[in-house]
């Protein structure tokens, strides 16, 4: 397809004004540990991911963990006598199989430096049932050489050229003492400082930052050098938590530590979860779920607490984002959650370089295999791969051109520079629901709740300086069209499926509404839909 001049496109009988759509749901995706990389399902289904929703990065934890075997101080007998080594070990057969995997799919890495080998851990098997070790190293220096040692196996393997587009992340969720780190905050910022300096060292144009800390808060928790418990107590008990003062976590501390030892930081890493969990005076904790736009001013903020630092350049990643962050929210399998990441994605396009999905695949193991099929696990695909709501929406989102012809609070319209074919999508986030977030659910029947809300959404647009005859496909996701998870609660919810019942869901996850739409002789299309609550639409040329 020729390109055509985009002064000829008109939204709504006025000439558009492109702007540049940065594609930032798909400049990376999570996943869980590095060693879940090694099983056929789990390839499988980044292999889709990749070729379908155009992923370019993949992060995950446990790049160390002793399931990768890449610090060794023995040399592990197994039942016979296990010899200590003169001095450490570093094997990367384990690691350069994933890596090799994640190239080959036409991705990369962005690299999680941690967690800590048994071996060189101060603390041992602090979280999850896999026993990750997550202290501060009993050896700095060996932590460093560790470091040090495999960037540069990299670099020997993939060429230089190549390991300067990734990113280094030191570490993850230093913040949550004591399971991703059992030490202070100033200890973390040391590790912080060694790692960085040392990655330097190697080649300056390698990039570099943290602290990847998890959510916004809106108290003290966090501003000693660990988590206070008591400064809580008032946000665990607010009438109108969306009234407090959200901010980052150890962002602004971390970026005067950096520069008053001048350390460098390529981004700023971390995570915002439009949730919290604050503990009350009681001891018990309490979930939280913030406003429907929690994301995008959290954003609006941390750009600009990082436009006024010393660091003004620096890029900004978030490097785990969801609507909660349980693996275990049947929130995560529904509808309701693809209209509200599509909604949020759009809202946040210009404020960040990339916000990372978190995850791409249920096969994550944090809380060990979810029960059954459709658990609330993070995935985007479940367990076999089957597509949830949620894939879809970033199907629809990856579709769409990288300028921006139409930015309305119920989607947008935009073009490809390439071909300038025209896509656009849209989206039914319920009117009812005000500003109210769609929150989290224990039980997928929870969920349902959600489906009476309404109203219907009018999308009423016209599209001109369009070549007559053009078609373009129109796919809906709603209530009734690829809504698996309500196909397998009428199913009667069986843990165990069938092979049969399986390929049912199957069916059922892509059956999305489908029709075509032609450009009259006038070159206008338009464009009327009535989107049912929770719909997700996209409009796509294809000839």
């Not at 060996?142 to 993939?158: K, P």
């Not at 991703?180 to 080649?203: H, P």
């Not at 099929?373 to 949830?388: A, M, S, T």
């Not at 007559?468 to 165990?496: C, K, Q």
Request: include cysteine; hydrophobic fraction near 40%; charge should be negative.
């Amino acid at each position: 397809m020729t390109s055509e001049p985009a002064t000829r496109l008109r939204i709504d009988g006025r000439q558009c004004e492109e702007t540049a759509l940065h594609h930032v749901w798909s400049e990376c995706v999570g996943a869980g540990r590095a060693n879940e990389a090694l099983r056929a399902d789990w390839q499988r289904q980044f292999t889709e991911a990749v070729d379908t929703l155009g992923f370019k990065y993949i992060r995950f934890h446990g790049l160390f963990h002793d399931d990768m075997f890449v610090y060794r101080e023995s040399d592990g007998g197994g039942f016979g006598p296990n010899t200590p080594l003169a001095s450490p070990v570093h094997t990367f057969s384990y690691v350069d199989k994933v890596f090799d995997f994640i190239l080959d799919s036409g991705a990369r890495p962005f690299v999680e430096l941690g967690f800590m080998p048994r071996e060189l851990a101060t603390q041992t098997e602090t979280l999850f049932w896999w026993h990750a070790h997550c202290s501060p190293p009993k050896d700095m220096s060996r932590w460093v050489e560790l470091v040090t040692r495999t960037v540069e196996h990299w670099i020997d393997r993939y060429g230089l050229a190549e390991v300067r587009q990734w990113r280094f992340e030191v570490w993850n969720e230093p913040n949550l003492v004591p399971h991703f780190w059992t030490g202070t905050r100033t200890q973390y910022f040391e590790l912080y400082e060694a790692t960085a300096n040392a990655i330097k060292e190697i080649d300056l144009e390698l990039r570099v930052g943290g602290p990847s800390t998890s959510v916004f808060v809106p108290d003290d928790r966090y501003k000693g050098e660990v988590q206070d418990r008591s400064k809580e107590h008032a946000t665990a008990v607010a009438e109108d938590i969306d009234a407090l003062d959200w901010r980052p976590v150890w962002i602004e501390e971390f970026l005067d530590w950096c520069r008053e030892r001048q350390v460098p930081v390529d981004f700023v890493s971390t995570h915002t979860y439009p949730t919290d969990y604050a503990f009350g005076a009681d001891g018990v904790g309490v979930p939280l779920s913030r406003y429907a736009d929690a994301t995008r001013d959290d954003l609006t903020l941390l750009r600009k607490l990082i436009a006024d630092s010393a660091y003004p350049d620096a890029e900004i990643h978030i490097t785990e984002w969801s609507t909660s962050p349980s693996s275990r929210d049947r929130m995560h399998d529904t509808v309701f959650a693809a209209a509200s990441i599509t909604r949020s994605f759009l809202q946040c396009a210009a404020l960040a370089d990339s916000i990372s999905y978190w995850a791409f695949t249920d096969v994550f193991e944090e809380g060990g295999a979810g029960i059954g099929p459709f658990h609330g696990g993070f995935g985007l695909v479940n367990e076999n791969g089957i597509h949830k709501p949620t894939f879809h929406a970033l199907d629809m989102l990856g579709r769409l051109g990288d300028r921006l012809l139409l930015s309305a609070p119920h989607g947008a319209v935009t073009r490809d520079s390439r071909t300038s074919a025209v896509s656009a999508v849209f989206f039914n986030y319920p009117e009812d629901m005000g500003v109210k977030s769609i929150g989290s659910a224990n039980s997928y029947e929870a969920t349902r709740a959600l489906a009476s809300i309404g109203p219907n959404r009018r999308v009423k647009h016209s599209i001109g300086g369009l070549e007559p005859g053009t078609a373009f496909l129109v796919e809906i996701l709603d209530w009734d069209h690829g809504n698996v998870a309500e196909a397998w609660y009428r199913m009667g919810s069986p843990v165990n499926p069938t092979r049969e019942q399986h390929r049912h869901l199957g069916a059922v996850a892509d059956a999305l509404l489908r029709y075509t739409l032609t450009v009259p002789d006038s070159g206008v299309l338009e464009l009327d839909v009535d989107l049912a609550p929770w719909a997700v639409m996209s409009l796509r040329q294809t000839a």
